[in-house]
Protein backbone atom coordinates (compact mmCIF):
# COMPACT_ATOMS: atom_id res chain seq x y z
CA UNK A 1 0.00 0.00 0.00
CA UNK A 2 1.12 3.57 -0.63
CA UNK A 3 0.83 6.60 2.00
CA UNK A 4 -0.41 9.70 1.05
CA UNK A 5 2.71 11.39 0.25
CA UNK A 6 3.03 15.65 1.25
CA UNK A 7 3.63 18.49 -1.25
CA UNK A 8 7.39 18.62 -1.90
CA UNK A 9 9.59 19.92 0.46
CA UNK A 10 7.44 19.29 3.60
CA UNK A 11 9.89 16.99 4.77
CA UNK A 12 12.40 18.61 4.32
CA UNK A 13 11.02 21.37 6.94
CA UNK A 14 12.24 21.27 10.65
CA UNK A 15 9.39 21.73 13.16
CA UNK A 16 9.31 25.31 14.69
CA UNK A 17 11.31 24.96 18.24
CA UNK A 18 10.22 27.41 20.41
CA UNK A 19 12.46 28.38 23.26
CA UNK A 20 12.80 25.63 26.50
CA UNK A 21 10.45 26.38 29.21
CA UNK A 22 11.18 23.20 31.65
CA UNK A 23 14.46 22.56 33.01
CA UNK A 24 15.39 18.89 34.90
CA UNK A 25 16.44 19.85 38.67
CA UNK A 26 14.87 23.20 38.54
CA UNK A 27 11.28 23.71 39.42
CA UNK A 28 10.94 27.28 38.50
CA UNK A 29 13.97 28.25 36.13
CA UNK A 30 14.55 31.88 34.84
CA UNK A 31 12.77 32.08 31.60
CA UNK A 32 14.53 34.28 28.79
CA UNK A 33 14.20 32.01 25.81
CA UNK A 34 10.89 33.82 24.38
CA UNK A 35 11.33 37.12 24.00
CA UNK A 36 7.61 37.18 26.61
CA UNK A 37 6.56 39.91 28.72
CA UNK A 38 9.00 41.53 31.57
CA UNK A 39 6.50 42.02 33.98
CA UNK A 40 3.23 39.57 32.87
CA UNK A 41 0.25 40.40 31.50
CA UNK A 42 -1.91 43.63 32.94
CA UNK A 43 -4.22 42.37 35.92
CA UNK A 44 -6.69 43.69 34.09
CA UNK A 45 -6.62 41.18 31.64
CA UNK A 46 -6.47 38.36 33.94
CA UNK A 47 -9.59 39.15 35.60
CA UNK A 48 -11.47 39.25 32.15
CA UNK A 49 -10.69 35.95 31.60
CA UNK A 50 -12.26 35.03 34.81
CA UNK A 51 -14.84 36.32 34.25
CA UNK A 52 -15.14 34.52 30.82
CA UNK A 53 -15.70 31.21 32.49
CA UNK A 54 -19.97 31.03 32.34
CA UNK A 55 -19.23 31.82 28.12
CA UNK A 56 -17.05 29.30 27.25
CA UNK A 57 -19.65 27.11 25.90
CA UNK A 58 -20.29 29.96 23.14
CA UNK A 59 -18.63 30.49 19.84
CA UNK A 60 -16.72 33.48 19.81
CA UNK A 61 -17.40 36.88 17.60
CA UNK A 62 -16.08 35.43 13.97
CA UNK A 63 -14.80 38.60 12.68
CA UNK A 64 -13.38 39.54 16.34
CA UNK A 65 -15.42 42.66 15.53
CA UNK A 66 -14.72 44.53 18.98
CA UNK A 67 -10.98 43.43 18.89
CA UNK A 68 -10.78 45.50 15.58
CA UNK A 69 -12.32 48.12 16.35
CA UNK A 70 -10.69 48.88 19.63
CA UNK A 71 -7.19 48.06 17.92
CA UNK A 72 -8.41 51.10 15.14
CA UNK A 73 -9.16 53.42 17.99
CA UNK A 74 -5.76 52.97 20.02
CA UNK A 75 -3.82 53.54 17.13
CA UNK A 76 -5.66 55.46 15.36
CA UNK A 77 -6.57 52.90 12.09
CA UNK A 78 -9.35 52.03 10.22
CA UNK A 79 -11.24 49.26 11.91
CA UNK A 80 -12.08 47.29 8.08
CA UNK A 81 -8.70 46.99 7.54
CA UNK A 82 -7.91 44.88 10.14
CA UNK A 83 -7.39 41.10 10.58
CA UNK A 84 -6.93 39.34 13.07
CA UNK A 85 -5.35 36.22 13.91
CA UNK A 86 -3.89 33.39 16.79
CA UNK A 87 -0.96 35.35 16.80
CA UNK A 88 0.84 37.33 14.16
CA UNK A 89 2.73 33.76 12.86
CA UNK A 90 -1.02 32.55 11.77
CA UNK A 91 -1.32 35.79 9.80
CA UNK A 92 1.87 35.55 8.09
CA UNK A 93 1.32 31.93 6.83
CA UNK A 94 -1.82 33.20 5.73
CA UNK A 95 0.07 36.17 4.00
CA UNK A 96 2.21 33.46 2.41
CA UNK A 97 -0.06 30.91 1.37
CA UNK A 98 -2.38 33.57 -0.68
CA UNK A 99 -0.05 35.39 -2.38
CA UNK A 100 3.14 32.52 -2.98
CA UNK A 101 2.96 29.29 -4.17
CA UNK A 102 5.43 26.81 -6.23
CA UNK A 103 7.91 28.60 -8.34
CA UNK A 104 7.41 31.43 -6.41
CA UNK A 105 9.63 33.07 -4.50
CA UNK A 106 9.87 34.90 -1.08
CA UNK A 107 12.34 37.10 0.08
CA UNK A 108 13.78 37.85 3.82
CA UNK A 109 16.76 39.35 5.71
CA UNK A 110 19.58 36.83 6.81
CA UNK A 111 19.20 36.85 9.98
CA UNK A 112 15.48 37.10 10.03
CA UNK A 113 12.91 35.73 11.74
CA UNK A 114 13.04 31.59 11.16
CA UNK A 115 9.20 31.31 10.32
CA UNK A 116 9.70 32.78 7.09
CA UNK A 117 11.30 30.58 5.76
CA UNK A 118 9.44 27.92 6.85
CA UNK A 119 6.46 29.41 5.82
CA UNK A 120 7.32 29.69 2.46
CA UNK A 121 8.52 26.20 2.03
CA UNK A 122 5.32 25.04 3.38
CA UNK A 123 3.60 26.97 0.60
CA UNK A 124 5.43 25.42 -2.05
CA UNK A 125 7.68 28.91 -2.55
CA UNK A 126 11.48 29.13 -2.40
CA UNK A 127 12.50 31.33 0.44
CA UNK A 128 15.52 33.69 -0.70
CA UNK A 129 18.08 35.27 2.01
CA UNK A 130 19.43 38.76 1.59
CA UNK A 131 22.36 39.22 3.24
CA UNK A 132 22.35 41.85 6.58
CA UNK A 133 25.51 44.48 7.23
CA UNK A 134 26.61 44.48 10.97
CA UNK A 135 23.35 42.18 11.42
CA UNK A 136 20.64 45.00 10.15
CA UNK A 137 18.39 44.51 7.40
CA UNK A 138 19.99 46.21 4.54
CA UNK A 139 17.90 47.53 1.41
CA UNK A 140 19.92 47.99 -1.31
CA UNK A 141 20.61 43.94 -0.60
CA UNK A 142 16.85 43.36 -0.11
CA UNK A 143 16.02 45.34 -3.30
CA UNK A 144 18.96 43.25 -4.71
CA UNK A 145 17.82 39.89 -3.93
CA UNK A 146 14.24 40.86 -5.70
CA UNK A 147 13.49 38.85 -9.02
CA UNK A 148 11.41 38.40 -11.88
CA UNK A 149 9.85 35.14 -9.78
CA UNK A 150 9.18 37.21 -6.28
CA UNK A 151 5.96 37.35 -4.34
CA UNK A 152 6.69 38.48 -0.97
CA UNK A 153 9.10 40.36 0.81
CA UNK A 154 9.07 40.14 4.77
CA UNK A 155 10.78 42.38 7.17
CA UNK A 156 10.80 42.15 10.96
CA UNK A 157 11.49 45.63 12.17
CA UNK A 158 12.97 45.33 14.78
CA UNK A 159 14.82 41.85 13.50
CA UNK A 160 14.25 39.04 15.83
CA UNK A 161 16.62 37.84 17.13
CA UNK A 162 19.15 40.66 16.36
CA UNK A 163 17.09 43.54 17.65
CA UNK A 164 18.31 46.10 15.01
CA UNK A 165 15.61 48.08 13.24
CA UNK A 166 15.80 50.40 9.87
CA UNK A 167 14.11 53.66 10.03
CA UNK A 168 11.26 55.37 8.28
CA UNK A 169 13.04 56.16 5.15
CA UNK A 170 14.74 52.95 4.13
CA UNK A 171 11.30 51.67 4.55
CA UNK A 172 9.95 53.97 2.44
CA UNK A 173 12.80 53.15 0.01
CA UNK A 174 12.72 49.46 -0.11
CA UNK A 175 9.22 50.14 -1.17
CA UNK A 176 9.75 52.30 -3.47
CA UNK A 177 11.98 49.83 -5.13
CA UNK A 178 9.73 46.91 -5.01
CA UNK A 179 7.62 46.27 -7.63
CA UNK A 180 3.57 46.77 -7.37
CA UNK A 181 2.62 42.91 -7.08
CA UNK A 182 5.20 42.32 -4.36
CA UNK A 183 3.49 42.20 -1.31
CA UNK A 184 6.08 43.64 1.19
CA UNK A 185 5.30 42.27 4.95
CA UNK A 186 6.48 44.37 7.59
CA UNK A 187 6.27 42.58 11.01
CA UNK A 188 6.42 44.92 14.11
CA UNK A 189 6.30 41.89 16.58
CA UNK A 190 8.19 44.21 18.59
CA UNK A 191 7.60 48.26 17.54
CA UNK A 192 5.81 49.09 20.79
CA UNK A 193 9.35 49.42 22.55
CA UNK A 194 10.40 52.38 19.81
CA UNK A 195 8.79 55.43 20.82
CA UNK A 196 11.40 57.39 18.31
CA UNK A 197 10.67 59.83 15.26
CA UNK A 198 13.32 57.77 12.91
CA UNK A 199 11.09 54.98 13.42
CA UNK A 200 8.00 53.64 11.72
CA UNK A 201 5.66 50.80 12.15
CA UNK A 202 4.82 51.56 8.67
CA UNK A 203 1.10 51.90 8.85
CA UNK A 204 0.53 55.15 7.32
CA UNK A 205 2.41 53.23 4.49
CA UNK A 206 -0.39 50.49 4.36
CA UNK A 207 -2.93 53.39 4.22
CA UNK A 208 -1.05 55.01 1.15
CA UNK A 209 -0.32 52.06 -1.16
CA UNK A 210 -1.99 48.62 -2.16
CA UNK A 211 1.21 46.34 -1.51
CA UNK A 212 2.07 46.77 1.72
CA UNK A 213 1.07 44.81 4.86
CA UNK A 214 1.93 45.84 8.91
CA UNK A 215 1.70 42.57 11.52
CA UNK A 216 1.83 42.86 15.14
CA UNK A 217 1.55 40.97 18.29
CA UNK A 218 -0.22 41.27 21.62
CA UNK A 219 2.64 38.27 22.67
CA UNK A 220 5.72 40.80 23.69
CA UNK A 221 4.90 43.83 25.52
CA UNK A 222 1.17 43.07 26.60
CA UNK A 223 2.01 39.92 27.77
CA UNK A 224 -0.44 37.52 26.19
CA UNK A 225 1.60 34.87 24.47
CA UNK A 226 -0.14 32.48 26.34
CA UNK A 227 -3.30 32.65 24.73
CA UNK A 228 -2.19 33.63 21.23
CA UNK A 229 -3.17 37.08 19.71
CA UNK A 230 -1.86 39.09 16.69
CA UNK A 231 -2.92 40.96 14.05
CA UNK A 232 -2.40 42.33 10.99
CA UNK A 233 -3.04 46.12 9.00
CA UNK A 234 -3.64 45.36 5.33
CA UNK A 235 -4.98 47.85 1.96
CA UNK A 236 -8.51 46.62 1.66
CA UNK A 237 -7.74 44.38 -1.06
CA UNK A 238 -5.58 42.21 1.05
CA UNK A 239 -8.04 42.19 4.32
CA UNK A 240 -10.23 40.92 1.74
CA UNK A 241 -8.21 38.19 0.92
CA UNK A 242 -6.99 36.92 4.42
CA UNK A 243 -11.08 36.92 5.23
CA UNK A 244 -11.69 34.79 3.20
CA UNK A 245 -8.68 32.32 3.68
CA UNK A 246 -8.68 31.97 7.40
CA UNK A 247 -9.99 29.57 9.87
CA UNK A 248 -14.20 29.95 10.97
CA UNK A 249 -13.63 31.83 14.69
CA UNK A 250 -9.89 31.72 14.65
CA UNK A 251 -9.69 34.27 16.47
CA UNK A 252 -10.96 32.49 20.41
CA UNK A 253 -12.68 34.14 22.92
CA UNK A 254 -10.72 34.04 25.45
CA UNK A 255 -7.72 36.40 23.47
CA UNK A 256 -10.81 38.55 22.57
CA UNK A 257 -11.57 39.21 25.95
CA UNK A 258 -7.81 39.46 27.55
CA UNK A 259 -6.72 42.04 24.17
CA UNK A 260 -9.39 44.14 24.89
CA UNK A 261 -8.67 44.48 28.82
CA UNK A 262 -4.58 44.90 27.92
CA UNK A 263 -5.41 47.55 25.41
CA UNK A 264 -7.44 49.47 28.00
CA UNK A 265 -4.40 49.24 30.59
CA UNK A 266 -2.63 51.81 28.96
CA UNK A 267 -0.60 52.22 32.58
CA UNK A 268 0.87 48.67 32.52
CA UNK A 269 2.01 48.86 28.87
CA UNK A 270 3.89 52.31 29.87
CA UNK A 271 5.38 50.67 33.21
CA UNK A 272 6.17 47.46 30.91
CA UNK A 273 7.69 49.49 28.23
CA UNK A 274 10.04 51.57 30.36
CA UNK A 275 11.16 48.50 32.56
CA UNK A 276 11.60 46.62 29.09
CA UNK A 277 14.20 49.20 27.62
CA UNK A 278 16.01 50.27 31.21
CA UNK A 279 16.97 46.45 31.79
CA UNK A 280 17.84 45.68 28.38
CA UNK A 281 20.35 48.62 27.41
CA UNK A 282 21.87 47.72 31.49
CA UNK A 283 21.96 44.38 30.34
CA UNK A 284 23.80 45.34 27.03
CA UNK A 285 25.82 47.80 28.66
CA UNK A 286 26.91 45.55 31.55
CA UNK A 287 28.00 42.48 29.26
CA UNK A 288 30.10 44.64 26.98
CA UNK A 289 32.00 45.45 29.86
CA UNK A 290 32.35 41.52 30.18
CA UNK A 291 33.94 41.55 26.84
CA UNK A 292 30.75 40.05 25.11
CA UNK A 293 29.32 42.01 21.81
CA UNK A 294 26.14 43.22 21.38
CA UNK A 295 23.94 45.11 18.89
CA UNK A 296 21.89 47.91 19.57
CA UNK A 297 18.93 46.33 20.27
CA UNK A 298 15.75 48.35 20.37
CA UNK A 299 13.15 45.12 21.10
CA UNK A 300 12.93 43.36 24.44
CA UNK A 301 16.01 40.84 24.28
CA UNK A 302 19.98 41.37 23.80
CA UNK A 303 21.91 39.57 21.32
CA UNK A 304 24.61 38.40 22.91
CA UNK A 305 27.71 37.01 20.87
CA UNK A 306 30.42 35.23 22.32
CA UNK A 307 34.36 34.13 21.24
CA UNK A 308 35.33 31.46 19.40
CA UNK A 309 37.47 30.17 22.34
CA UNK A 310 37.30 26.79 23.87
CA UNK A 311 35.83 26.85 26.94
CA UNK A 312 33.87 30.50 25.95
CA UNK A 313 31.68 30.02 23.48
CA UNK A 314 27.81 30.60 23.16
CA UNK A 315 27.25 26.42 23.71
CA UNK A 316 29.49 26.99 26.36
CA UNK A 317 27.72 29.87 28.15
CA UNK A 318 24.18 28.23 27.58
CA UNK A 319 25.70 24.89 29.15
CA UNK A 320 26.48 27.19 32.15
CA UNK A 321 23.53 29.02 32.17
CA UNK A 322 21.60 26.01 32.51
CA UNK A 323 23.49 24.38 35.42
CA UNK A 324 22.54 27.68 37.32
CA UNK A 325 18.77 26.97 35.64
CA UNK A 326 18.60 30.02 33.42
CA UNK A 327 17.09 29.45 30.05
CA UNK A 328 18.18 31.31 26.79
CA UNK A 329 17.94 31.15 23.74
CA UNK A 330 20.96 29.67 21.14
CA UNK A 331 20.77 30.58 17.43
CA UNK A 332 22.25 28.05 15.60
CA UNK A 333 19.00 28.03 13.39
CA UNK A 334 19.43 31.55 12.18
CA UNK A 335 23.16 31.08 11.39
CA UNK A 336 24.31 32.59 14.62
CA UNK A 337 25.81 29.93 16.26
CA UNK A 338 28.17 32.12 18.46
CA UNK A 339 25.62 33.98 19.91
CA UNK A 340 23.17 33.88 22.80
CA UNK A 341 19.56 35.60 22.44
CA UNK A 342 18.31 36.72 26.22
CA UNK A 343 15.18 38.07 27.05
CA UNK A 344 14.27 40.80 29.68
CA UNK A 345 12.64 39.98 32.80
CA UNK A 346 12.32 41.30 35.96
CA UNK A 347 15.33 42.94 38.18
CA UNK A 348 16.10 39.93 39.90
CA UNK A 349 16.05 37.49 36.63
CA UNK A 350 18.08 40.41 35.18
CA UNK A 351 21.17 40.30 37.98
CA UNK A 352 21.13 36.83 38.25
CA UNK A 353 21.74 36.35 34.70
CA UNK A 354 24.53 39.06 34.77
CA UNK A 355 26.10 37.27 37.96
CA UNK A 356 26.57 34.20 36.18
CA UNK A 357 27.64 35.38 32.91
CA UNK A 358 30.08 37.09 35.04
CA UNK A 359 31.25 33.85 37.16
CA UNK A 360 31.19 32.23 33.31
CA UNK A 361 33.50 35.09 31.53
CA UNK A 362 35.50 34.67 34.70
CA UNK A 363 35.97 31.25 35.24
Not at 190 to 206: M, Q
Not at 283 to 295: D, P
Request: aromatic share 6%; proline share 5%; hydrophobic share 40%.
Amino acid sequence: MTAPEPREGIMELRPYKGGDAVLEGFAEPIRLASNEGALGPSPLAVAALERLGPELHRYPDGGATAMRQALAEHHGLEAERIVCGTGSDELLSQICRAYAGPGDEVVYSEHGFMWYKMTARSCGATPVAAPEVDLTANVDNLLAAVGAKTRVVFLANPNNPTGTAISRHEIERLHAGLPEDVLLVLDGAYAEYIEDDWYSDGAELVEAAQNVVMTRTFSKLHSLAHIRLGWAYCPTAVADVLDRIRAPFNVAGPAIAAGLAALADREHAVRTRAHTIQWRDWLAAEASKLGLGTTSSVANFVLLRFPDTAGRTAHDADTFLRQRGIIVRTQDPVGLSDCLRISIGNEDEMRTTLAALSEFMQD
